[in-house]
């Protein structure tokens, strides 16, 4: 099993950048297909980004989409969140998630670790 640890959250003015970053230990983090979820109160967790264990593909949900860049490092067991341009309504928990040897998906169910979540707060 994966363990993630997310870092690098804080508080950022409208307009302005944050870069993300999640460290992974446990098992062999290549084979695993890398997620950034948020969550809000009273809202579900919803996808915000994928990449690939090769990093040859990603994705993105439409409302990040231009802003947000997920990178990663197998090497360094590392993947990482570039947030530009960010909104209030960004404002969020961000998690990272990992399923193992599968494709990009926006179902959090289908992810099989998670990080205990790092906040980001967008102000106006």
Known sequence: QVQLVESGGGLVQTGGSLRLSCAASGRTFSSYTMGWFRQTPGKEREFVGGISWSSASTAYADSVKGRFTISR?????????QMNSLKPEDTAVYYCAARWRGTIVVDRDLYDGWGQGTQVTVSS
Do not use: E, G, H, I
């Open 73 to 81: 490092d197998n090497a360094k067991k590392t993947v990482s969140l």
